[in-house]
């Protein structure tokens, strides 16, 4: 539902302008409930300022503290243009542009302000599904993440985003206390049937463990109410001579977002795309470029089991142990997304999921994408970062409108 609250001058007729603001609102076909001038509900859903009157300039700035105090939302200023309505608005939108506050007029045909409210309305969805999230970091982030630093202030201030750092021993004294568990079936094991193909003895060494690992992650999540986690996993080759793709890929598939290699921007950008899209997104990094035709390779040994059609079970790529998984994605429709780390800068780009490879020099799940060949500048010149998100279908307009 979205609130609409009215601002006017007193200088204006009050009958006049209450008929004029029926006959606007019905024509513009949407479901509201109108609040008027009483503000106590403002930001308790998406929130629209009718600016009804011109003269209502020192009304709104009088009212401002009041509405910081209820809503990190964007100002949303609606206005119909009649009885300088607009003027008014542009100077109220100029003010909160010097204070450094967010704000937007919405003005124009009816199919055009219909429009735009449905896109604020699934971006404050997503606003409201990242507030008050816990993130949890296990382990510090790997030692090649050097350019992958973030703020934990902005990233509260800005999206309500906690996050929880949990010490590696942590993990590793909780996976010390579980017993291997070996299924019956590998349906128990994955999550899901399908399983392609046989299964090498190193696998199947590693499948308990892998298991295991993942039931101590599942106690990580609880004990401290987690919606996601990243974890420095290449250091449980050593410590446990095992790898973490089993277990985060099955967590991905579970609704929670699971990263690798402790990469806190990269988790914040998983998490940013369920909100916006619903699903699980790929954490892969490009493996390769062709900047004349805009293909690109990315690459990871763990893929969320939601996403794929199929998967193989193999071992990890670089250390040639654990469990690894080869992901078969369909194709169609990908939006390709990162945030840095104190959310400053972001990428975001539309392409096509063409195909699927099985290259033995890559890690496991292999997707080729085809994005407009002036992405290629932004990864050869300006990246944040490797690792990027592949998200299923286009979601650009609504992750650009979330981060503004």
Known sequence: MISIFTLTSTLHDKAAVDA????????????????????EDYGTELSLIFVRTGGTEGLFKDLLPTLQGLSRQPILLLTSGKSNSLAASMEILSYLRQEGLRGEILHGSPSYIRSRIEALSKVEEARRFLEYKTLGIVGHPSDWLISSEFDRDVILDKLGISLQYIPMEELLEEYSSLKDEVAESWNEVVGRSGVEGPLSTPVKQA????????KALQTLVSDYGLSGLTI??????????????????????EGYVAGCEGDVPAMLSMMIGRAVSGVSGFQANPSSIDP????????????PLDMVSSFGLDTHFESGIGVGIRGQLPSGPVTVFKVSGNLSKHFV?????????AKPDLCRTQTVLRLPASAASYFLTEPIGNHHIILPGHHAAVLEALLK
């Open 292 to 303: 004349e035709t805009g293909e690109i390779v990315f690459s990871h040994c763990t893929v």
């Open 232 to 253: 420095r996993c290449f250091d449980l080759l050593t410590s446990i001579h095992n790898t973490g793709c089993l277990a985060l890929a099955r967590l991905n598939s």
């Open 207 to 214: 499948l308990p463990g892998a298991y295991r690992l993942y």
């Open 349 to 357: 780009c539309e392409g096509e999921l063409l195909r699927c490879e």
């Open 20 to 39: 004029a603001t029926k006959e606007f609102l019905e024509g513009l076909g949407i479901e509201y409930s109108f609040k008027g001038d009483d503000y």
